[in-house]
Structure formats: C-alpha cells, structure tokens
C-alpha cells in the first residue's frame, strides 16, 4: 500500500515535466532566423495544445508551397481576443515566423498573421505571444 501511494504521488509530481515537455520549438523550429510568407490561408486548426494554419505560398524559388505554421492553442488565443472565425479560408495573408530546421518542410512558427484586406492582426502586441 505504501508503495502504491508512494508511486502515485510521484507519478502526479512528474505530470507537469511531461507536459511541458510534449516538445522543443527550439528542436524543430529555427529560432534564430526569421521569415515572412504571403499567400492564401486554405485552413484554420483552432485548437489546444497548438493551433495551426496552412497557407498556399510561394517558397524562396517562387514555387508555390503549402506552409504549415504552428501557433498558440486556441484557449490563449481567446484570452487574446481571437475566435476560430478571426482567420477564414482565403483570406490574403503575411505571416512571420521562425522557419523549420529543415527548408524542405515548408514550415514555421508563427510570430504574427496579418489579414491583408483590412489590416486585422495577431502579434504585433506585447501580450500576442505564445511559447
């Protein structure tokens, strides 16, 4: 019985770590570099632990890509103002954000997203972050 209770009191001090450490940004992202894509948003993932947004842009060729780019989850993106309908499918976007490691995957984390139409925008305010 001890070590029963022992074993979960352990367990549930552990939880937090693993949490946190579901993975590095650091280990997948550049984050010493900084890019910027223009291009047409063709899905919004509002959701926890990360929302996501795909965008048709082109890449440094001028070859269109479809860029994944991971952002904060959708609980902090409400604190922040934002709604799973703030961003729609075809809307004209410039999004920032540190690229992946690796070019080929067309991938970033974004820094912040600017609607072209109307100047609408995430990140350009102190409290707009995530890590």
């Given amino acids: ?7 979960l ?3 549930c001090l552990m939880l937090p770590a693993l949490a946190a450490a579901h993975h590095s940004f650091q280990a997948t992202y550049d ?4 890019i910027e894509i223009r291009g047409k948003l063709v899905q919004m993932n509002f959701r926890n632990p990360h929302s ?3 965008v048709m842009a082109p890449d440094k060729d ?3 890509q479809r860029w994944g780019v991971e952002w904060g989850g959708a ?3 409400m604190r922040q103002g934002l709604t799973r309908t703030s961003f729609k499918p075809g809307d004209e976007v410039v999004i920032t954000g540190q690229p ?6 067309y991938r970033m984390r974004m820094e ?9 925008g995430w990140g350009f305010d102190e409290d707009q972050t995530f890590d």
């Fill in 31 to 34: 984050m010493d570099s900084l």
């Fill in 62 to 64: 001028g070859n269109m």
């Fill in 75 to 77: 609980s902090l993106l």
């Fill in 112 to 120: 912040s997203i600017l609607r072209s139409s109307d100047g609408f």
């Fill in 52 to 54: 996501s947004v795909m």
């Fill in 1 to 7: 019985m001890k070590f029963r209770i022992i074993t």
């Fill in 9 to 11: 009191i352990s367990a």
């Fill in 100 to 105: 992946s490691r690796e070019a080929t995957d």
